[in-house]
């Protein structure tokens, strides 16, 4: 098996017709070069160079050599250099998966800004509520909302804590009154969403230890119900954001919150992150900072 390294090095000094220049080219000694030619020679059996002490020039096997190993070097360092994760500019394509609720409010804005900085990447987008095995499935990043992440094979960044508040619908709040205090959520209605082992709720059940007037296990619809005037319901402050400044929700006990949990970057464990998802994984830092607060009393 011949080194390719001999043979870089035997094409670069060929084409210069210079251990010199080729050294410098290659960023090696010229004695590197000089012996890398030789050790070559050595291996193919034949002289590929003429050798004096003001030039260097081919012979007819290294002129034959020259000509059919120049091309087949520019082909694979033109493969190399072309690898998307190899490009200063991100290229190719982002598999990112991410919950429907966060698709729902900012996804959709922040990979518009995305592609328009990027526009040599196409982003591909799987919103679902299961968490997916990024790399069985080829994914290359996730957004996921967590109160730890610990899987070692996964990297993970926090990008903003997720906080939880109460809030009604000014409808809601017109029929029943604006409580001022925790203890007064006991005589109104509540939307529950059940959030798994724990759930996410503010204040103990109705009078007479009736449950919520609507619990369910989907935010978005949580959302909506507190929207529609269903009740009080304790929401992430991110998806309530926007009807709040819609006028179409109102924080109740504003100084009453919760925190969920984080919302984590999540990537594949790897030597080298592709700019793309390096690219991106800033992107969703930098749109949430700004918005993001700790809560009271951290």
Known sequence: MIDLNLLSVFEAVARTSSFSAAAKELGIPKSSASRGV??????LGVQLLFRTTRRVSLTAAGTEL?????????SMKGAVAGLPEREEVPTGTLKVTAPVDLGVVFLAELVTRYTARYPAVAVDLHLTGRVVDLVG??????L????RLEDSSLVVRRAAPVLLQLFASPVYLARRGTPRAEAELEAHDQVLFRGGPQQLRVGGQRP????????????????DAVRAGAGIGLLPTFLAEPDVLAGQLVRVLPRLE?????LYVVTPAARHVPSKVAAFRDLVVETLKPRARAPAGA
Request: proline fraction near 7%; charge should be neutral.
């Open 208 to 223: 007479g230890g009736a449950p919520p007037r609507v619990a369910c296990d989907d935010l978005l619809f949580a959302r």
């Open 258 to 262: 919760r925190l969920a949990g984080s």
């Open 137 to 142: 499935e080829g994914f290359d990043v996730a």
């Open 38 to 43: 030789a050790r070559l020679e050595d291996a």
């Open 144 to 147: 996921r909302v967590a109160t």
């Open 66 to 74: 020259f000509d059919r190993v120049t091309p087949l070097l520019r």
